[in-house]
């Protein structure tokens, strides 16, 4: 079973986290950790590295963070090379969503990670263009 | 394959919980679920799929439920339908 670890700036990946389950119901294979303005990235790391190890139930663990280049993601990326994670950036609600009802039917996390990435850029809309498409 | 119009009721129609249930609930069913409205038709078991219908109360969505519990798929779902999804209003 692959795991999924939320993690970004601000308290976007717990209240994200806790939205999603508010929709689909809880998970306990799923956490979060959101990184305060005023947080050493240190012990930030130690802490995240230690939810992972939980998380990790042996298929490895997907991260979800909010935004390549910025320091949930970069400690992210520091992390993985002790562990086995696949990193995706720009969380968003249909991404997460869509990765927590189909988590339990991949095995390869690299293959998770692809499907998890496209759907998250797929599920992105232009109202309008939906609803002139409706209208046809 | 059977095939139903179905009318939404409940005050906040197919919002994103409702939707859950309701794939939820075909999730349970061998049967393959399609729900149509306008041009679009969704997949019964995909959850992001069913919200691109954006379906408000009032709007009557097209189930076309097709495998080997298909009449039993329908008639779950008929009852969430009518049952407000559970939620009250």
């Not at chain 1, 390549?68 to 968003?92: A, Q, R, W, Y």
């Not at chain 1, 991404?95 to 496209?118: G, R």
Request: with cysteine; hydrophobic share 40%.
């Amino acid at each position: 079973m692959i795991g999924i670890l939320i993690v970004t700036h601000g308290s976007l990946a717990d209240e994200i986290m806790k939205t999603c389950f508010k929709i689909i119901g809880e998970r306990d294979t799923v956490g979060a950790y959101s990184i305060q303005w005023d947080d050493d990235p240190t012990l930030a790391t130690r802490r995240i590295e230690k939810l992972l190890k939980k998380l990790d139930q042996g298929d490895g663990v997907l991260v979800l963070t909010d935004m390549f280049g910025g320091t949930p993601t970069n400690i992210m990326i520091s992390l993985s090379k002790n562990s086995h994670v696949e990193i995706v950036t720009g969380v968003n609600l249909p991404m997460l969503i869509k990765a927590v009802t189909t988590m339990s039917t991949f095995n390869d996390l690299s293959e998770f990670a692809e499907k998890v990435k496209q759907q998250g850029q797929k599920n992105i809309y232009k109202v309008s263009d939906i609803l002139s498409m409706k209208r046809v | 394959m059977v095939e139903k119009r179905l009318k939404l009721v409940n005050k906040l129609g197919l919002h994103a919980r409702a939707a859950a249930k309701l794939v939820q609930l075909g999730e349970t069913f061998k049967s393959e679920i399609k729900i149509s409205k306008d041009n679009v038709e969704a997949n019964g078991k995909s959850i992001l799929s069913v919200l691109l219908l954006a379906a408000p109360v009032g709007t009557e969505l097209t189930f076309s439920i097709q495998g080997p519990d298909e009449e039993d798929a329908m008639a779950a779902i008929d009852s969430l339908i009518e049952r407000k999804f559970d939620e009250g209003e």
